[in-house]
T-cell receptor, first 109, second 116 residues
Framework: TQLLEQSPQFLSIQEGENLTVYCNSSSVFSSLQWYRQEPGEGPVLLVT?????EVKKLKRLTFQFGDARKDSSLHITAAQPGDTGLYLC?????????FGAGTILRVKS | NAGVMQNPRHLVRRRGQEARLRCSPMKGHSHVYWYRQLPEEGLKFMVYLQKENIIDESGMPKERFSAEFPKEGPSILRIQQVVRGDSAAYFC??????????????FGEGSRLTVL
């Protein structure tokens, strides 16, 4: 079983649509990170959320950390083909950063 | 300011051969992590190293896999007697600070191992 559960696993939408992806856990995290990975590349950090209830915005992307620090969401407004990729959430667990299985997003033009 | 450098980018091995994957962290980073990824899946933690020390190897298979990060030179992930199931992308990441408060991980572009 995954420590961090991400949903949906796969999302295919049309350009201009909005979407939300989720990262859930039964464990409390001091912080959660979101990464984006394009095919053939390594993941790149998008944001770190630290405070329960925190909301961070990065252009069309809005990240939220749950009040209990067990879950997070990523909302994309007016998705574009360039948003296509694998979105991964990650949290510190013991001596390491663990990742969810990811959400594959495909935005069609 | 070079990022995390991994080589080779692609490696093909026959069953039973050895695979050596190298990772040079970002300048000034002494914390290195290795992850394994299957196509369109998330990253599975393998091992966390600091210079000359293995901090956490809880994700490493008990046999055939080993990792090191010597005082000088890159970190090496070594897979002996490879089997087809070892075929995957292996990513290295480095960070300025280790746990707790790991901060941002900077990833290399990965090494893609194919076992024939």
């Amino acid at each position: 079983t995954q420590l961090l559960e991400q949903s949906p696993q796969f999302l295919s939408i049309q350009e201009g649509e909005n979407l939300t992806v989720y990262c859930n856990s039964s464990s409390v995290f001091s912080s959660l990170q979101w990464y984006r990975q394009e095919p053939g590349e390594g993941p790149v950090l998008l944001v770190t959320v630290v405070t329960g209830g925190e909301v961070k915005k990065l252009k069309r992307l809005t990240f939220q950390f749950g009040d209990a620090r067990k879950d997070s969401s990523l909302h994309i407004t007016a998705a574009q083909p360039g948003d296509t990729g694998l979105y991964l959430c990650a949290g510190e667990y013991g001596n390491k950063l663990v990742f969810g299985a990811g959400t594959i997003l495909r935005v069609k033009s | 300011n070079a990022g995390v450098m991994q080589n080779p980018r692609h490696l093909v091995r026959r069953r039973g051969q050895e695979a050596r994957l190298r990772c040079s962290p970002m300048k000034g980073h002494s914390h290195v992590y290795w992850y394994r990824q299957l196509p369109e899946e998330g990253l599975k933690f393998m091992v966390y190293l600091q210079k000359e020390n293995i901090i956490d190897e809880s994700g490493m298979p008990k046999e055939r896999f080993s990792a090191e990060f010597p005082k000088e030179g890159p970190s090496i992930l070594r897979i002996q007697q490879v089997v087809r199931g070892d075929s995957a992308a292996y990513f290295c990441a480095s960070s300025l600070t280790g746990t707790p408060n790991t901060g941002e991980l900077f990833f290399g572009e990965g090494s893609r191992l194919t076992v024939l």
